[in-house]
């Protein structure tokens, strides 16, 4: 059996957190390939080193002196090395990302040394190789990951060592030039090892036992979340449960490994399973509840809208040409409503109604601002009669007024819009119908 581990930043913020994840790893012979972030925080106050580095960075773009801010990052990777009683020089590499910083050598490349140098201790303090993921993992020019080139490049390699460290978040367009993922990228990454090994398991390893059914600064000490499909994953982690990075599922996916979501500080629990199919049934009828707050809605009214041929894409169209992508767009006879981003449409607003007077000939326009979006998922569902009506009985009796309900037909999750203000009340009102009461 060949397990991938990966190890966030929190795993790793400190020499004490470094020998948990040591003896972690040797516990289990089939942990081969290890994919470490960079050291998170320490404390509740303390600052990760990849927003070290880009502070630092941010300095040298301006021509400013970022020597003490340098001297900041040294000493939080000199205090993990002392802390492992190790001997092993970082000198060198610092050396070079100051000559790099001078040469103003891009924030990609800022943000990757975190994972980079991390990478170096880890693989020095287990005796394993180090394989700089520059040299492995591919970019485009325009910064699109090429997933089948890095494939290729991760299998050649990894064929030539039964252990390695391969640190997270970064890799390499065709001219050097270090580029990364989005911020939590080491995820992706670790997906990435594990389907160029044939991995049979991908534990990624963090500050919590797995996924939790709703968030716990809402709902207080929530449930635990045993198994959960790649599918209920997706529509959870969209909508802003963040153990893990929504694009890690695509690699391992293909390959049909499963992820298993585990504490770092509690390795005797279970955590999280997320696999393609299975047949356990969950606890409850619903799997997760999640949620985003900052969404506004577009209602377009028009008599026969209906008998329009073409309508919706002209409203689409204008959308596209502002940049915008829609996330629901719920419809009657005679209106539809376009839920976007309020970041993204604020600005253009005015554009994007001007745009569709032109092109659409609506009767009326009318824009809501300060809503949020509640997905309800669970793969039981599919199979519970009732459940859209326990979830709307549940938000009458907390006064939460609904202002969109979308369900797809694949019957995995219900959408429902509300305002911003009754987003926390939603949540819990659901949570205690299904959860607590289980009525």
Known sequence: MIKVVKFGGSS?????????????????????????????????????????????????????N??????????????????????????????????????????????????????IIMAHYLGYPFLDAAEVVRFDASGAFQAEETDRLLRERLAETERAVIPGFYGAAPDGCVK????GGSDITGSIVARAVHADVYENWTDVSGFLIADPRIIER??????????????????????LHEDAIFPVRKEGIPINIRNTNAPEDRGTWIVESTCQKSRYTITGIAGKRGFCSINIEKDMMNAEVGFGRRV????????????????????????????????????????????TRPDSIDIESDLAL???????????????????????HANVNVKMIDQGSSELNIIIGVSDSDFEAAIKAIYDIFVVSQL
């Open 180 to 183: 990364t993922f989005s911020r």
């Open 66 to 119: 970022f020597a003490k801010e340098l001297k900041q990052i040294r000493l939080r990777f000199e205090e993990i090395i002392t802390g492992l009683g190790i001997e092993l020089s970082l000198e060198a590499e610092l050396k070079e990302i100051e000559t790099q910083f001078q040469r103003k050598a891009g924030r990609d490349y800022a943000a990757s040394r975190g994972e980079y140098l991390n990478g």
């Open 12 to 64: 790793l913020a400190s020499a004490k957190q470094f020998q948990k994840v040591g003896e972690i790893i040797h516990s289990d012979a089939e942990r081969r390939y290890v994919v470490p972030s960079a050291p998170g925080k320490r404390h509740m106050h303390d600052t990760k080193v990849t927003d070290m580095l880009y502070d630092c960075y941010a300095l040298a773009e301006q021509g400013k």
């Open 222 to 243: 929530p449930e635990g979340i045993e198994t959960i499909t790649y599918r209920e994953l997706r529509e959870l982690s969209y909508m802003g449960a963040t153990v």
């Open 374 to 396: 509640i997905a309800v998922v669970g793969r039981g569902m599919r199979s519970t009669r009732g459940t859209a009506g326990r979830i709307f009985s549940a938000l009458a």
């Open 316 to 359: 689409l169209q204008v959308f596209e040409e502002n940049g915008i992508s829609f996330e629901h767009m719920p419809s009657g006879i005679d209106t539809l409503t376009v839920f976007v981003h309020l970041d993204e449409f604020i600005e253009k607003e005015q554009k994007v109604v001007a745009g569709l007077h032109r092109l």
